[in-house]
């Protein structure tokens, strides 16, 4: 009795037991916790800058009374150990009172809690020849009609060289912090850097310091913070002293603002006679053209190829059933059906050949080989060429269907096995298409 095969209209899915749940990636934690790192260590720094530096409402901070580590008691020791008199005030409009009288020094250590008219009120006084006035905020330099504005600001104060002729004597302090803008044509000294300066208005100098280390307890000592304070404040024989933590009231009506004009030098510039260049200073320049060339060779030594890709073995041995079962998961994760379809179609076809021409003779195209297996398994053509080049499937199911068609014609063509009239296989047409 010869054997025969029967090709079935319709294959039942196979039924795959659930794999191990995959685990779910965490490659995303690679990028995301350098950058937590390093948002955690700048917040640790931002704190603990905020509690190292003064807190300027406290009544003791930059104080003549102030005994802590952010008063000034050191100062107005100093200060009357040469015989200046300090008298301490507590408001603006105790201030403008007291400064009448003898030649007079008014510091103010606390300038942005002022109401914005003191400043224009207090450079009226006759007796008042110089006001020290100790890093005024954007706020208060505008609403006060100040001549200068902050420009620069450091996260730590350096100590630095004074750099001119006005207090070349005093020596290096850590006072720069603050660097001020400023009309050079009424400035009386432009000191370490540009955070003290003076502007002179109406006869009355006005002093603008950029740090106010220098005038507390626990940094009056450091290098010639002590020498630069006694300087700036011991010019005459009284200080009045404004000490003052709390916002003053401001008036019911806003001052007139008058923004001072300000000029800048060319001193940091390129001269390069293009308009575009000229207008920033070199060191922009000079930090694009770094990142351009640090991009460069970053994109150098990613790339690390000069020649075409060479084929390298494999680190280790990988089973065929591991490599098949990976190459499926990823299939099956895409959705992939009809690249799926399509190797196992290739794979199919490569066996049915061997058997169809075992001397290495390839039918001469698809028909040739769909004419010669319909012949060997006694299959109608279109059902042939439907299993072999059909349509790809639309679901997992239809993908089940085929792949198990497929494995029926294969088995009868390696088998060498027939259908017989009776149970011969048709694959049934659906609108015309098998």
Known sequence: MSATATLP????????????????????????????????????????????????????????????????????????SRGISVERVTSSAAALRVAGGSPSTVFVPTPDYLTPSFFARIAQVPSVRKIVVVQPGPRTVILGGLPVFPSVGRWVTRTVAPGCTALASVGAAAVLDTVYQFDPQVQTMNCYRGSVVGVEVDG????????????????????????????????????????????????????????????????????????????????????????????????????????????????????ASEAVTGRGRLYERIAAREATLDAIRGAAITRMTHVLNPFGGKPAGAHELVRQIAQRTATPEPAVHAILYGPAPADDAALAEAVGRLDTLTAAVLGHQRPNNQAQSQIPFRGGHP
């Open 9 to 80: 209209d319709t294959v039942a899915p196979s039924q795959t037991q659930a794999g191990p749940r995959r685990r779910r990636s965490r490659r995303w934690l690679r990028a995301v916790i350098p950058f937590a790192v390093l948002v955690i260590v700048w917040l640790g720094i931002g704190i603990v800058h905020a509690i190292e530096e003064p807190n300027l409402s406290d009544p003791g901070t930059l104080s003549p009374t102030g005994t802590g580590e952010h008063g000034s008691s050191q100062l107005a020791d100093l200060l009357r």
């Open 204 to 319: 009355t100098e006005s002093v603008y310091v950029g740090a106010n280390d220098p005038f507390r307890n626990n940094r009056i000592n450091e290098a010639h913070n002590a020498d630069l304070v006694t300087t700036l404040l011991g010019e005459y024989n009284r200080v009045v002293w404004l000490d003052v933590h709390a916002a003053e009231p401001s008036p019911a009506v806003a001052p007139d603002i008058q923004l001072p004009q300000y000029r800048r030098d060319d001193q940091n510039r390129t001269n390069t006679g293009n308009s575009t260049i000229d207008a920033f200073p070199s060191w922009l320049w000079a930090g694009l053209s770094l990142a351009m060339v640090t991009a460069v060779l970053l994109a150098v030594a990613r790339a690390r190829r000069l020649g075409p890709p060479v084929a390298e073995p494999l680190p280790v041995i990988v089973p």
